[in-house]
Every structure is written in structure tokens, then in C-alpha cells.
């Protein structure tokens, strides 16, 4: 834990050790930091985000990486532009880092704050951050282009490279803060350190005084506590009452959705309703929840397998292309029933699902259908600012699948009201949720749709194109061969115009992933510059490089 010790505007840093790996270290009494004050405060007006911004500036001197681990996405913006303020002048740039910021430049503009942070080597990484650029920075850390990455605990979850340094700026995270739970702790703690140069890991919390019980007590408990989901859920629904009712739990809190979906695949599997029942105990106890409520409250453990049993009367009367979707989709069967009777009220056609009818600005029936998504429970689309409309989600997944900018998009009255920053980081937001459960829902809507003698009419090239809909969605282009270009790690704002050249070149007419991963190796940097968007920053060449990136394949020089 490190805390400032001392009076007024004269006061040190210091380091308290709560916990060491032994026989690794052994650390006795407190670290003082050499006298630092940027922020010229005395230690009373301090506050957290401060402290962890000096911590992290004298960190980086260090050999290795420095996480800094932010309660949401607003403060690790904020503790970025504090480092950055506090790093001295940036010498050369990388040509990587130079690469990465074109990149920021062309889909955001150089307003977007990265493109300044990224001048010292300073990032921040969030779900306001799109995918492919979260790809890109996540690359930079590995490669030791970036001295410090300002992240929630989603990269800290999954992270691959030289870390020397974590910094928590609180064990609390999140809106509404709640402690970070003892997989997300250890999965940060424990990449702290370089085994290939014998780096010390250091994992600092960031406190405003030397009263350090509190954290000394949350991180002895994340030594021995693990807590499931499932496990989470039980406890919750027993507060308020011992007769665990699935059906009533999945309608009234989307979370049990995902149960839910486990009974219905294991329903699926045994395809027999007297085995399951026989088994169902089975099946529960293999749930790890199951068997830590068991220990604490057998009482308990008793009401899941009874709460079990009487729902699979009722996945009995489900039939079998709801069962099948609850399987697909991790919707609730009443969720895909309520599906089913709002695409009925709409009158959906194959037409309205093909790729030029449903992104057809002139087209109402995307709205219509985001309209019925958006009463899924477990389909949880919000902003910011709350505004959720379906012909406003419609709007977003039009501009989104006819490929332009986040930028551009981030425009649109659902983000207005916002600074640029801000409108663009909501829409990302609102974009990855969006993407992601429209992708499924649109899937389970053509499955409720599509008869099957009625796609069998069309020509093989349209049957994929209808049934690759929620690929565009999710990948953003409007082809089935951009589709497979996104699907081989070519840059979205490119994809549609190289999956062209691709069909053109090979002329055929329905793409596969190993052809066009063959074809886009032998591709030399004219084709890429002749592919490029019209008035865009990057070049071809540096779209390959990107391209190479996602692949693996990307060497310097």
C-alpha cells in the first residue's frame, strides 16, 4: 500500500508492505519515495487518482510495463492525462507508435485523446475503447512500446506481456463500486513481474492515509475466498425467499438467463425428460456453485435441485426450435416466445433480412426489429445518457454495417449532448452491446422467420448472404466478402473494398476464409493503396502493417 506521510505541502510517499511472496523477498518496515509534489498540494487535498498518477510517473522508470487498475472508464481517462501531464517532454517516437496513432488519427481525428497520450507512451484501455484499437495498444504493451496502460479490469483479466508495475487505484471498481471479486484480483496480481529479466512485481494500492487495515483485510481475504456466479445468484434470490422459482427468477433478473441455458443444452443433450429428472441432481452438482452451497447450507443446495426438477416441466412444454434458441442465443424461452409474437406482429418477409433490405435506410423495418429486440431482458442496449429508441439503434447499425467511422457515427442525436471524447467512448459502448446481442438476435429472428422451402428458391449466393446478416452486423461491412475479410483480421474501414478486389480477382462467388487468407499473403502494398478509403490518413502500406498486427505476422522495418 502506498500512502503520503508528512504535513502541508512537505511530504513523501511511502510504501508499506501487506503481503510478499516468499522466500522471494522479504520487506521490513515502510519504503519512502524520494520528496515529489507536482501537483504542489498539501497531503490533505490529495486525492486518490493523484497518488496513483505520481505512483505510476516513478514506476516507469522501471524495467517493464505499468497497469494502472481504474475504478470505471472516467477515471482511468483522468489518471492518463494526469501521467501524461507529469512525464517529462517525449524523445522519439516508435515507428509502431507512430502507427497506432495514424490509425487513432484516421478513425477518430487527433482530438481523441489517445493520439495525444500515446506521444509518451501513455494509454488507457476500457469498454469506451473500440476492439480493434483495444487489439492495437494491447499489441504496443507486448511489444514494450507503452510505459504505462490506465485500464479497468478487463485487461487486467487478460493480459500477455511485461508487466513490472500495478498500480490499484482502488478495490473497488465499477458503477457501482463493488470489490474486485478474487478471480479478478489474483488474475491482476499475479502478472505483476518479469521472469525474463528478473523484474521485481510490484502490485501497489493507492490509499490517502497510512490507515491500511482495511486493505491488508481485503487482499488476506482474496487469498482463500472464490465465489461462483451461480453460487452469487442462489444467495441473492434466498434473501428474499427460500422457493427458488426459476421461472419467475429468469423473468424478473436476466442473469439466471445463462442457467437457464445450461439446463436447456443438458435437456438438449439427454433428449430423454424421465433421464433428466433422474439426473438432475447430476447435472446441478456439477455446477461448482452448487457444491460450496451444499457445504454452507445443504437446506439451500436441496431448493436448487427441487427449483431444477420443477423447471424441467416446464423446458417439457418448450418446443424444439425455442429450446434450440434458448441453447443458441442464452435468451429465456420466454424471451424468444416474446420474440416470436413481435416478429409476428411486424409481418417480417426473406426480403426484409436480406442484406440490401435491411440496411436500406428507406427501410423501416430495422427499427421495427430493434424495437422487439430491445424488450429482451437479457439484451442489455444503454447509454449513457439513456436515450434507447429502435429507430435510433437502427440508425447506429446502418452507418455501422455501411462502414463509417465511429467518429461520424458518435454524431447521431442518441450520442448529442456530450463532449467528443465522451460522445465517441458511449458509442463504442453502445456499439460492442449492440453488435454483439443484435448479432444473436437477428440470428434467432431469422431462424423464427426463414422457412426452410422458401430459402431453398433462392441461389446459394443469397442464402449466404441472408444467413450471414449477423456476421455484417457483428463485423461491421455490408458483403459476404467483407465479412470474410474482417473474419481474417483486415482493418473494417477496408474490409468491403479489399473482400471487392478479392471477388474480382478470384471470381468466385461464394468467399471462403482459407482462400482469402492465401490471396491477401500475395497481395503487394499497390493493391492494399489502391483498396484504401478515399482521403484517408493511413496509406495501404500502414493498413497492411495493421493487418500483419492481428496476424501475427507483422515485422519491423
Known amino acids: 500500500m502506498v500512502f503520503p506521510e508528512g504535513r502541508g505541502k512537505n511530504w513523501n510517499l511511502k510504501l508499506h508492505s501487506l503481503y510478499t511472496s516468499q522466500p522471494t523477498i522479504e520487506i521490513e518496515g515502510d519504503v519512502k519515495f524520494s520528496q515529489y509534489n507536482p501537483f504542489n498540494k498539501p497531503k490533505s487535498q490529495l486525492n486518490k487518482r493523484e497518488i496513483s498518477s505520481i505512483l505510476a510517473t516513478v514506476f516507469s522508470s522501471r524495467e517493464g510495463g505499468v497497469i494502472v487498475i481504474a475504478i470505471h472508464k472516467d477515471d482511468a481517462v483522468a489518471i492518463a492525462q494526469h501521467i501524461y501531464d507529469l512525464l517529462p517532454p517525449a524523445g522519439s517516437i516508435s515507428p509502431e507508435v507512430e502507427l ?12 481523441y485523446q489517445l493520439y495525444k497520450f500515446l506521444e509518451k507512451g501513455v494509454a488507457f484501455h476500457h469498454a469506451g475503447v473500440s476492439q480493434e484499437l483495444r487489439y492495437l495498444l494491447e499489441w504496443l504493451m507486448s511489444k514494450d512500446h507503452l510505459n504505462v ?9 487478460g493480459v500477455n506481456f511485461p508487466i513490472s508495475s500495478i498500480v490499484i487505484n482502488d478495490y473497488k471498481v465499477g458503477t457501482p463500486p463493488e470489490k474486485m471479486t478474487q478471480d479478478e484480483f489474483w488474475n491482476i496480481a499475479g502478472r ?23 486493505i491488508e483485510e481485503y487482499v488476506t481475504d482474496q487469498v482463500s475466498e472464490l465465489v461462483s456466479h451461480l453460487e452469487t445468484l442462489v444467495l441473492k434470490a434466498s434473501e428474499r425467499s427460500r422457493d427458488l422459482n426459476l421461472k419467475d427468477l429468469v423473468k424478473n433478473d436476466p442473469e ?15 433428449d430423454d425428460h424421465s433421464r433428466f429428472i433422474a439426473e438432475t441432481e447430476t447435472i446441478v452438482k456439477a455446477t461448482y456453485g452448487y457444491q460450496r452451497i451444499k457445504k454452507a447450507d445443504p437446506g439451500l443446495a436441496k431448493a436448487m435441485v427441487t427449483a431444477t426438477i420443477e423447471y424441467a416441466e416446464e423446458i417439457r412444454n418448450i418446443d424444439k426450435q425455442t429450446l434450440s434458441l434458448v441453447d443458441e442465443t442464452g ?14 406482429e411486424i409481418r417480417v418477409t426473406l426480403n426484409d433480412l436480406s442484406a440490401s433490405g435491411i440496411f436500406n435506410t428507406d427501410n423501416k423495418m430495422l427499427s421495427q426489429l430493434m424495437g422487439k429486440l430491445l424488450n429482451i431482458n437479457e439484451l442489455a442496449i444503454k447509454t449513457e445518457n439513456g436515450k434507447i429508441q429502435g429507430n435510433h439503434l437502427a440508425e447506429v447499425l446502418s452507418k455501422w454495417v455501411k462502414g463509417e467511422k465511429i467518429a461520424d457515427i458518435a454524431h447521431l442525436k442518441l450520442f448529442e449532448n456530450q463532449d467528443r471524447d465522451k460522445a465517441v467512448n458511449d458509442c463504442i459502448i453502445a456499439l460492442n452491446n449492440l453488435i454483439t446481442y443484435s448479432s444473436w438476435g437477428l440470428g434467432a429472428i431469422e431462424s423464427l422467420t ?33 465479412v470474410v475479410m474482417r473474419n481474417i483480421g483486415v482493418p473494417r474501414s477496408i474490409a468491403k473494398q479489399m473482400g471487392e478486389s478479392f471477388k474480382q480477382s478470384t471470381g468466385d462467388n461464394i468467399p471462403t476464409i482459407t482462400k482469402a487468407r492465401t490471396w491477401i499473403k500475395s497481395q503487394d502494398s499497390e493493391l492494399w493503396n489502391s483498396c484504401a478509403p478515399h482521403g484517408s490518413i493511413l496509406s495501404g502500406g500502414e493498413y497492411r502493417k495493421i493487418w500483419e498486427i492481428s496476424n501475427g505476422e507483422y515485422r519491423v522495418g
Not at 100 to 111: L, M
Not at 149 to 157: I, K, R, S
Not at 204 to 214: G, I, L, Q, T
Not at 256 to 270: E, K, M, P, T
Open 450 to 482: 426463414i422457412k426452410k422451402e422458401e430459402i431453398e428458391r433462392l441461389s446459394k449466393r443469397e442464402q449466404y448472404e441472408i444467413r450471414s446478416v449477423p456476421a455484417m452486423v457483428y463485423f461491421g461491412v455490408d458483403t459476404l466478402e467483407g
Open 192 to 214: 505483476a513481474g518479469r521472469a525474463d529479466q528478473d523484474t521485481l512485481g510490484i502490485v501497489a494500492f493507492s490509499s490517502k492515509n497510512d490507515n491500511y487495515n482495511e
Open 256 to 270: 439466471w438467463s445463462n442457467f437457464v441455458q445450461y439446463l436447456c443444452h443438458a435437456y438438449r443433450q439427454i
Open 331 to 344: 435468451f429465456s424461452p420466454d424471451s424468444i416466445r416474446n420474440l416470436r409474437q413481435g416478429v409476428r
Open 100 to 111: 497506432v496513432r495514424r490509425y487513432i488519427a484516421s478513425e477518430f481525428g487527433t482530438e
Open 149 to 157: 496502460m490506465v485500464a479497468t479490469t478487463t485487461l487486467a483479466q
